[in-house]
């Protein structure tokens, strides 16, 4: 497989603090690549500096085209999904007009329309609540709108900041069943931030564990798993 994105040397800064130092990364098209570690050591920072959301120095490729100076609309565009933390509907518009919302880039009407029945298909509570406001949904419901959404960009990669998070744990792994799915039926790379590290690492083929900024171990999702140290020191497993 080639490389979908590549990151060289990334480093992030809140004002005058460096969150981010050197990382270096990539990920192969159509795979699914876990991001991990403590509150706080940079990987919801990574996902907003690949979006060019924050001010960042470094080399970050696309499909070979290099994101840096593009807005975050051009970089969506380009095929780059993001869902964050916090779920982030539009709590007064309903269901379908939130995954209609999710195809404003797009021009082809019933390519967009195939696709909302593809998004009831793989998330069947959204097409039972359709015409209901965003906001009345429950934690889990709305969690799955936002990845709705996100795919009716027909994205070629889909960043996603703790999709577990607040959610039951029943909720949670038939989510993470839907995702590997998604990735499997429709070839979207995915890279996700998760505290959930088992559960992460259970769709994932790649992890990476991050602290303080810094990638601290690399490698295939199951040796990470299998690694005593790593899981106590990092994973909390």
């Known amino acids: 497989m080639s490389s979908l994105l590549e990151i060289e040397d990334l480093r992030a800064y809140y004002g005058q603090v460096q969150a981010l130092h050197g990382l270096q990364f990539s990920l192969e098209d159509g795979s699914v690549t876990t991001l991990l570690g403590a509150n706080g050591a940079g990987k919801t920072t990574t996902l907003r500096a690949i979006c060019n959301m924050i001010r960042s120095t470094g080399n970050i490729r696309f499909d070979g085209k290099p994101l840096a100076g593009r807005s975050t609309e051009d970089i969506v565009k380009l095929g780059i999904a993001h869902v964050p933390q916090g779920r982030g509907t539009f709590t007064r518009m309903t269901v379908e007009e939130n995954l209609q919302l999710g ?41 799955m709108l936002a990845v709705a959404r996100a795919l009716m960009l027909r994205p070629r990669l889909m960043l996603l900041d703790e999709p577990s998070f607040g959610l ?57 798993a299998d690694n005593e140290d790593i899981r106590k020191s990092y994973l909390g497993y």
């Open 103 to 143: 195809a404003m880039t797009r021009r082809d009407s019933r390519g967009i329309a195939d696709d909302v029945e593809r998004m009831y298909d793989h998330f069947p509570k959204l097409r039972e609540r359709s015409d209901q406001q965003a906001g009345t949904l429950s934690g889990g419901e709305q969690q």
């Open 168 to 224: 039951a744990p029943l909720v949670v792994r038939d989510l993470f069943a839907i995702l590997a799915r998604i990735n499997r039926d429709d070839k979207v790379t995915i890279l996700v931030v998760e505290q959930n590290a088992q559960l992460a690492l259970a769709i994932a083929g790649q992890a990476y564990v991050i602290e303080t900024g810094r990638i601290v171990m690399a490698g295939e999702a199951s040796a990470v």
